[in-house]
């Protein structure tokens, strides 16, 4: 059985923490910056740690 591939593209937003989580940047944070808060913006620079079928999906493109 040959290796599987891992998706490249989900490898650059997505790194596996030592516990197995994956752990990705927060969305919303690209453009139209002036009509979001201070406090949501500053919210938004802290990484996330994806959860139900979310990680489910990455963990599938990310096997090793």
């Known amino acids: 059985m040959p290796k599987m ?6 490898a ?3 790194k596996k923490l030592g516990n197995g989580k994956l752990k990705a940047r927060s969305a919303y944070t690209s453009h ?3 009509s979001k808060t201070t406090k949501r913006k500053r919210n938004l620079r802290k990484s996330r ?7 489910k ?3 599938v493109l990310i096997p090793y």
């Open 5 to 10: 591939k891992t998706n490249k593209g989900a």
């Open 12 to 14: 650059k937003r997505f």
């Open 32 to 34: 139209i910056l002036t």
């Open 49 to 55: 740690v994806l959860t139900g079928a979310d990680a």
């Open 57 to 59: 999906r990455a963990q």
